[in-house]
């Protein structure tokens, strides 16, 4: 018998795998895909929020505030990059300056530290590049950029190594209420659990269908983005936002932790049956790029080394969905974290623990190490050290990705991690091979034939990221 299963392996449904690590509990995660951080985790904005736009009094302002404070340890322990790089909502009427000052006003109310209003010279100081008609911005110092899949995949791991299960292409086909614990059913596999934690994402209100009628629904919110090579790093130092309106924070564009430039998204409801829907259109990127010249007309797209689009989980109630069913006992739905969940993911957790404290008593588990392995970035040690690391691993001192400068023995770390990567893009995320200006055009048949031996699978076996994503199907010519 399982103490909890957690359904969904994105980035909220790991940070809790973790935080609840830390009790002696039998906790598996059952993730439907066949990596970890595959869903709305993996396609975002990657901003860690201040926190000032909010309802003081909804979970999202409390959550965000907490979340965003709880960042430098979280990244520090699990060894995730993370950059406190502050952001800038910018106003060029003044309609717009009336907003800026009213997110201002929320935001002393939700005790964002640090906040201040700029004007025109001050603004351009920071971002020279960007559309002089703006004349005054928000500046919250406490804004921060960060990788939401490798935080997801940092998570994901240091749970394992604390004791958590994970089970891979699990999905959750059927659940039937006992009278003191679940059944689980895949279809091909069986779990017994007391407790289930639903942070299934765009699919949680399917999963609480499975033991009674929702009370919520979720409805999938689609965002497209470019992203532009590292040579357009500089172009802003901050997260750069419009003045908000009703569908969202707007069109940003901001730094990545890893030196590229991100511009995106815009904000596309979609019908209920198109949680799967994270196709690009010619449309909608023109209409970014339309949209982005309020805040910068010189983005040069001519840079720009892909187009992706990813699916944000908008809630009937417009607000995060973190509670303890009143229908079912034992059911915690953690569902609607649409933005800023990423941002109040280590509080979200935090707050579960106290909710499951309140269905039965924890008791701490003293192994617990809250520490992740740091994988070693072969590009950024000194010569010395690399001479040093080669000659003990030969397989360091073999550059797969050219265009991210990643090695062999990256690779293979990768691979033979607690939630090791399996596929081209689990790599991808881990250590970047494919990230780069080809985007994978080059290291991609290393990184396949790298996979197959380590994994000892055929080649055919590797997929580019999902099930049904295959890219080789056999063998075309056998040599004599």
């Known amino acids: 018998m399982i103490d909890i299963a957690i359904i969904g392996a994105g980035v909220i449904g790991t940070a809790i795998a973790r935080e609840l690590a830390r009790y002696d509990l039998n906790i598996v995660i059952l993730e439907k895909d066949n990596d970890v951080s595959n869903g709305t985790t993996k396609a975002n904005s990657a901003i860690i929020h201040a926190g000032y736009d909010a309802p003081i009094n909804s979970l999202r302002g409390i959550l965000n505030t907490r979340g965003n404070e709880m960042f430098d340890q979280i990244c520090d322990d699990l060894s995730v990059p993370f950059k406190r790089v502050g952001s800038l909502v910018v106003a060029k009427t003044e309609d717009e300056v009336k907003t800026i000052n009213e997110l201002y006003a929320n935001g002393l109310k939700l005790k964002v530290p640090n906040m201040r209003i700029l004007n025109k010279e001050e603004i351009l100081r920071m971002e020279p590049n960007l559309n002089k008609q703006i004349i005054s911005a928000l500046y919250a110092p406490t804004a921060g950029i960060v990788e939401p899949w490798e935080l997801a995949i940092a998570y994901c791991e240091n749970a394992m190594d604390n004791g958590v299960e994970l089970k891979l292409n699990f999905e959750v086909k059927t659940i039937e209420k006992k009278e003191d614990h679940f059944i689980i059913n895949s279809g091909c596999e069986e779990i017994k659990s007391r407790y289930i934690i639903n942070s299934a994402g765009v699919y949680a209100d399917k999963i609480y269908n499975m033991v009674t009628d929702s009370d919520f629904e979720i409805h999938p919110r689609k965002g497209q983005y470019f992203l532009l090579d590292k040579e357009a790093y500089g172009l802003v130092k901050h997260i750069i936002f419009p003045s908000p309106s009703e569908m969202g924070k707007g069109i940003l564009l901001a730094p990545t932790v890893d030196g590229n430039i991100i511009v995106g998204p815009d904000s596309e409801d979609l019908g209920k049956n198109m949680k799967e829907s994270i196709d690009t259109t010619t449309d909608r990127l ?9 805040i910068c007309e010189i983005v040069p797209y001519k840079v720009n080394i892909t187009t992706f689009a990813g699916l944000r989980a908008e809630p009937s ?8 069913s009143k229908k079912v006992n034992g059911f915690i739905n953690v569902a609607g974290i649409k ?18 404290k309140s269905l039965t008593d924890l008791t701490e588990n003293i192994k617990f190490s809250p520490h992740r392995r740091k994988r070693i970035k072969f590009m950024e040690l000194s010569d010395h050290d690399k001479n040093a690391l080669i000659k003990e691993n ?12 990643i090695t062999e023995g990256e690779i293979v770390d990768a691979i033979h ?23 994978g055009g080059f290291c991609g048949p290393k990184v396949m034939e790298i996979l197959s031996r380590e994994l ?8 580019q ?16």
Not at 417 to 439: D, L
Request: hydrophobic share 35%; glycine share 10%.
């Open 286 to 294: 023109n209409y970014i790029k339309e949209s982005i010249k309020d």
């Open 317 to 324: 109630n417009g607000d995060f969905i973190i509670e303890i």
């Open 339 to 356: 933005s800023p969940g990423l941002s109040s993911a280590p509080a979200i957790a935090e707050y579960i623990v106290n909710l499951v």
């Open 394 to 405: 030969p397989q360091y001192g073999r550059i797969i990705c050219r265009c991210e400068m």
């Open 417 to 439: 991690r607690n939630a090791g990567g399996r596929t081209i893009n689990g790599i991808k995320r881990r250590v970047r091979p494919g990230a780069g200006r080809c985007q």
């Open 456 to 463: 000892n699978l055929p080649m055919e076996s590797i997929v």
């Open 465 to 480: 990221e999902n099930k049904a994503s295959v890219i080789l199907t056999g063998i075309t010519k056998v040599g004599e």
